[in-house]
């Protein structure tokens, strides 16, 4: 008996003992990372990706609902001595070290790669105030270009009339064009069933590594889907950092076609480069807000009334929550990473101006 014990056990310690191996090995050997998410993960995203992708609704949130109810369904079973708790314990145990190398194979690794702004060749470096200001009032003119040309509903407030998972995975290609880093296959984004879970912990997207799915919080702002499902797809590429993928999505959102993309993506921008601003200047910033057409600010106020509805204690905790996990997949920033967009887009901001600067 015990020998059968052991052989059970067996298969379950050497994939916890190979999950471990390989986050020891893409930290202490960042080569590593580099070379897997470039050469292995996209096999999981054409194929566990590709085949989630013909499922027309979150895969993920299903298998989160099972999840639920199997558990629920455990823990009555152990209460009535139908199940054991320690066979209970058993198949948790299992379960968590499946999820764990689920998570290592399509997530984990890629925290150890080289950043998108190091491959795409951005320097990022010390910027002062007056680029701060140049880079919002740029960013005020893509506002309001873009806002000229955007749908509104019958409240006037900004709206998307084509399918965006589709315009999203169009604009990522465009962007790939400029930055074959973001080049390959995407699979459709999809918006979750229920939304209040994500408001209440004021996420806009997750990314679903057990299921490499980008899925997108539907209950928010028209506004803020286009830059959320980009962002979540530059996950798929294996860039995992949130900075970078706010700022991909801007890329993203910038090159495409659709003007609801491009004004979604530069008020993403707007928002970070405005909230640096306000903390260095607020009177620079209120210059440079007067400058907004009445139709951004509308959304703006919309989009702040909405999220501010779901600011709390489960917000709090889930701010927490992240930041201790984004400190344990080596973004020692924690959840003060996000502000690390702002150097990149001063960076992108700065290449443009040298750009144009040069004699054709």
Request: overall charge negative; charged content about 20%.
């Amino acid at each position: 008996m015990p020998e059968k014990r052991a052989l059970r056990l067996l298969p379950w310690c050497f994939l916890l003992g190979l999950s471990l191996a390989l986050h020891l090995l893409a930290r202490l050997w960042p080569g590593f990372a580099e070379w897997y998410a470039i050469h292995v993960y996209p096999v999981f995203v054409g194929t566990l990706g590709r085949l989630c992708s013909l499922v027309p609704v979150s895969v993920i949130e299903l298998l989160l609902y099972g999840g639920v109810a199997l558990a629920l369904a455990g823990l009555v079973a152990v209460a009535v001595k139908r199940l054991s708790l320690k066979r209970a314990l058993w198949i948790l145990g299992r379960t968590l070290i499946a999820v764990f190398f689920l998570f290592t194979l399509n997530c984990g690794i890629n925290y150890q790669r080289l950043p998108f702004s190091e491959r795409a060749g951005f320097v990022i470096q010390e910027s002062t105030e007056e680029e701060l200001i140049v880079l919002c009032e740029r960013l005020v003119e893509e506002i309001n270009a873009a806002a000229e040309e955007i749908a509104l509903d019958e409240e006037g407030y900004c709206t998307l009339t084509e399918d965006p998972a589709k315009t999203a995975r169009e604009a990522m290609a465009a962007a790939a064009l400029e930055y074959p880093e973001l080049g390959g296959y995407y699979p459709k984004a999809k918006p979750v069933l229920t939304t209040w879970y994500l408001s209440s912990q004021l996420l806009q997207g997750v990314y679903s590594p057990f299921t490499v799915e980008a899925n997108y919080n539907n209950g928010m702002p028209e506004q803020d889907k286009p830059s959320t499902i980009c962002h979540e797809l530059s996950h798929l590429k294996g860039f995992m950092r949130e900075d970078e993928a706010n700022f991909v999505a801007y890329l993203a959102c910038r090159a495409s076609e659709d003007p609801q993309f491009r004004y979604s993506g530069s008020t993403l921008a707007y928002i970070y480069s405005g909230n640096a601003l306000y903390a260095q200047n607020p009177a620079a910033l209120r210059k440079v807000r007067e400058k907004l057409c009445d139709q951004a600010v509308r959304d703006l106020l919309d989009h702040n009334a909405y999220w501010d509805t779901y600011r709390g204690k489960i917000s709090e905790v889930s701010d927490k929550v992240n930041d201790v996990y984004l400190k344990a997949n080596a973004q020692e920033a924690g959840t003060k990473s996000y502000g690390r967009m702002v150097d990149l887009l001063l960076a992108w901001n700065r290449e443009q101006e040298q750009k144009a600067a040069e004699p054709e």
